[in-house]
């Protein structure tokens, strides 16, 4: 176990709708990681977020957004949805001085 | 900007057997350097990782890794595989920018089946 809790597990929703995945961090792990995993695209880094803060950003979509909370939770909002952003997306934690992310389970999105 | 080089996508071997998976990275400093392997269904796990000090540093699972800047590779090694070894490995790098920017890029991963 983590420590990082990722909800859903598993979500299924049509084309053009709008979900939003939930992530906790590890306890005392200020920054949050998302990173979206297909088969044709592997693991792409999505965004980063610290203290509330957005830090970096990656291959993120514009339909795309991300917030993190004042108790640190995070949720990623995806919207408009295509089949394409049928993924697998993982929330990461980690404490900066030591580089190394620890990863949730996933939740895996199907759209249809 | 950081970049991994996973070779192998599939490597197959038998039971008993040893492994290296192969792993070169591109990156302008001294980087981060870590192995994660994912099971069906799962997260990722980390298995080890390179900071500093001793290029060849041990893991969990009885897995070594040697970072050899040179050749810009961190291998992934284990002397014997078990059959629950089998399990997508991707090999990342680190790097950390200004003001709290860190950025994890991975590899595309390489499968392994695993022979009885």
């Known amino acids: 176990d983590s420590g990082v809790t990722q909800t859903p597990k598993h979500l299924i929703t049509a084309t053009g709708q709008r979900v939003t995945l939930r992530c906790s961090p590890r306890?005392?792990?200020?920054?949050v990681y998302w990173y979206q995993q297909s088969l044709d695209q592997g693991l792409q880094f999505l965004i980063q977020?610290?203290?509330?803060?957005?830090?970096a950003k990656g291959n993120i979509l514009e339909r795309f957004s991300a917030q993190q909370f004042p108790d640190l939770h995070s949720e990623l909002n995806l919207s408009s949805l295509e089949l394409g952003d049928s993924a697998l997306y993982f929330c990461?934690?980690?404490?900066?001085?030591?580089?190394?992310?620890?990863f949730g389970e996933g939740s895996r999105l199907t759209v249809l | 900007a950081q970049s991994v080089t996973q070779p192998d996508i599939h490597i197959t071997v038998s039971e008993g057997a040893s492994l290296e998976l192969r792993c070169n990275y591109s990156?302008?400093?001294?980087?981060?350097l870590f192995w994660y392997v994912q099971s069906p269904g799962q997260g990722l796990q980390l298995l080890l990782k390179?900071?500093?000090?001793?290029?060849l540093v041990q893991g969990i699972k009885g897995f070594e890794a040697e970072f050899k800047r040179s050749q810009s590779s961190f291998n992934l090694r284990k002397p014997s595989v078990h059959w629950s070894d089998a399990a997508e490995y991707f090999c990342a790098v680190g790097a950390f920018g200004g003001g709290s920017n860190y950025k994890l890029t991975f590899g595309k991963g390489t499968l392994l089946t695993v022979n009885p």
């Open positions: 306890s005392g792990d200020l920054s």
């Open positions: 977020y610290y203290n509330g803060e957005e830090r």
């Open positions: 390179y900071f500093s000090g001793d290029t």
């Open positions: 990156y302008g400093a001294t980087p981060y």
């Open positions: 990461a934690s980690s404490a900066m001085s030591t580089g190394e992310l620890f």
